[in-house]
């Protein structure tokens, strides 16, 4: 039996239980190989969808979406949360990692689900879509994937709740558990909803695929599967605002405005968020009206606020921070004099704008029944959820590896140069890439359809120029954010492979407890008007005003639809 040890880093101060550390490294390095194959399958999909080059024939593009969709919003980003589980737990709690040996065996069932997955969907005759509905079958290995896939990060989730407990025991903090923490407790709870949902629609599909069952219902189906694949994202959303939280702390030393708003925010999530996958079902005649708008408004709008109070507490926690350090000349000295060269921040930063104005404004729109007429089902929807998924989660996550590339890897980053420009190349390429895209579909052009054109069909739809001009540029947005996702695996792997190894820190055979943290003071009020952060409230203002026009603009459109004599 391996004798567990603490390494202090010696650059952070944090401290890694060994085999936690171990599972982190593995989990991360597979998250990023699966990014890297998702990254070449999108150069397929954005080079098709481009109408002048149009690349691949019809059955291999919609095999290459497939993957596409599944290796990038699954297996990416999933990888990575049981690594960031495993920090906010055994890490940032000082603890050990609790049932090591299970952990393992989750990492092990993920790798084969994920690799059975796609080895199916490469055979052939599984080109489903990431949405797999039924009765459109794939072969049963595709399904089986998913399961064991699912399995073994509901594993890793127990581990995570376990070295909770492992930590209280043993008293290695005082008091509440760090923010941070918190939000990783409530994407894990969010994951075990989410990857039940998906365990109990998967397993009768997989068995249909057998011949077992004879038949699954489409519709119940569909509900049940968006219960997984739409809240997918809602872990992603309440891991990569934990991350926020963690940088501002990182970068700036920022203390939250308020834990206790942040908590309940948070909490608002566990109870709200989920709601937002009726967003996808607002088009089908089996669900009641009744049902739609409870479920997409009333309720919903929780979850908006929950993440409206992020928006405004995190940055307005950075401008605090900054305020202390002298930063007081008009509203926006703060932002100005950050450390915009710190991939750190600045990846997270435009993550938090563009998540904010693009994914969260864009998502409030779909979610309204009237209005999710006029884009349902257009190519608008991976326009909103690129926004959501690759701004917001994604390049979280590419921002966090900058910080653990020396604290958690002990390598010095190679290219620090191309490090500080990536997420920028990448960011503001996903923006323009979400925008014309979103545009394209306001203008009705399909979601998944191979040829937006449509040749050859006996019914041809003349589109205007300008749905064909905005395809054209996704594809240019899109080339331009694969150059930065490259950019950011060439860093990545490479200071694993040749980067200089790092002084590794003290090695202890116990942990050291997290002392007392001393009471959060009230942060000082700046400006005539009295606010601890007035730059970020006319910030919250501007995105207040955005979001009002966008939102009305939009009953414009669909009061158009139909024309009244």
Not at 32 to 42: E, K, T
Not at 162 to 179: C, F, I, M, N
Not at 311 to 317: D, E, H, M, Q
Not at 377 to 393: C, E, L, R, S, W
Request: aromatic share 14%; with cysteine; hydrophobic share 55%.
């Amino acid at each position: 039996m391996s004798t567990t040890t603490y390494r202090t880093c010696p650059r952070s101060g944090l401290q890694f239980e060994s085999q936690a550390e171990k599972l982190m490294l593995a989990n991360a390095v597979a998250a990023v190989v699966f990014l890297l194959i998702g990254g070449i399958l999108a150069i397929g999909v954005v080079l098709t969808r481009w109408p002048a080059i149009h690349w691949l024939e019809a059955d291999t593009f919609y095999q290459v979406l497939t993957a596409h969709g599944i290796d990038m919003l699954i297996f990416w980003i999933i990888f990575f949360e049981i690594a960031v589980l495993y920090f906010c737990s055994s890490t940032l709690l000082r603890c050990r990692l609790a049932t090591p040996r299970w952990a393992w065996a989750a990492f092990v069932l993920m790798v084969v689900g994920a690799v059975m997955n796609n080895w199916a969907v490469y055979q052939g005759g599984s080109s489903v879509m990431m949405t797999s509905y039924v009765p459109m079958m794939a072969e049963p290995s595709f399904y089986l994937g998913l399961i064991l896939f699912a399995v073994g990060a509901l594993i890793g989730c127990f581990v995570f709740l376990g070295t909770l407990v492992v930590a209280k025991r043993d008293k290695t903090y005082q008091g509440s558990v760090p923010l941070v923490t918190f939000g990783a407790i409530t994407a894990c709870i969010i994951a075990v909803f989410t990857i039940t949902s998906g365990a109990i629609i998967l397993i009768p599909t997989y068995l249909m695929s057998l011949g077992i069952v004879k038949e699954v219902d489409p519709l119940i189906y569909r509900t049940i599967w968006w219960a997984f694949g739409h809240s997918s994202q809602q872990i992603n959303v309440a891991a990569h605002i934990s991350i926020w939280y963690a940088v501002a702390a990182i970068a700036f030393g920022a203390k939250p405005m308020s834990e206790r708003v942040s908590r309940g925010a948070f909490l608002l999530y566990i109870l709200f968020l989920q709601l937002a996958s009726a967003h996808h079902l607002l088009a089908d005649p089996g669900v009641s009206t009744a049902w739609k708008v409870v479920n997409t408004s009333y309720f919903m709008y929780f979850a908006v606020l929950a993440s409206m109070i992020h928006g405004l507490t995190i940055p307005g926690a950075m401008e605090v921070a900054q305020r202390a350090k002298g930063f007081n000349k008009g509203l926006f000295e703060w932002l100005r004099k950050a450390p915009w060269g710190n991939p750190v921040f600045s990846g997270v930063f435009i993550s938090i704008i563009g998540f904010g104005f693009l994914g969260g404004i864009s998502g409030v729109m779909m979610g309204t029944e009237q209005l999710n007429m006029i884009i349902h089902n257009t190519i608008y929807v991976p326009g909103h959820f690129h926004a959501t998924v690759v701004v917001g989660t994604t390049l979280s996550f590419m921002a966090l590896t900058y910080f653990l590339i020396p604290v958690l890897f002990k390598r010095e980053m190679i290219a620090p140069k191309l490090a500080q420009w990536q997420p920028y190349l990448f960011g503001l390429s996903m923006y323009f890439f979400c925008l014309v895209m979103m545009g394209a579909g306001t203008l009705g052009v399909s979601r998944r359809h191979w040829d937006m054109a449509f040749n050859g069909a006996a019914l041809a739809y003349e589109w205007p120029g300008a749905a064909y001009l905005m395809m054209g540029l996704v594809g240019i947005g899109g080339i331009a954010a694969i150059v930065g996702g490259a950019i950011y695996i060439y860093v990545t792997v490479g200071s694993l492979l040749w980067g200089k190894r790092l002084d590794e820190g003290k090695a202890s055979s116990t942990f050291t407890p997290i002392p007392r943290s001393a009471p959060t003071v009230v942060a000082q009020s700046y400006g005539s008007a009295g606010f601890a952060a007035p730059g970020t409230f006319v910030l919250a203002m501007v995105f207040l005003v955005s979001f009002i026009l966008y939102y009305f603009i939009n009953w414009k459109y669909l009061s158009q639809v139909w024309g009244l004599s």
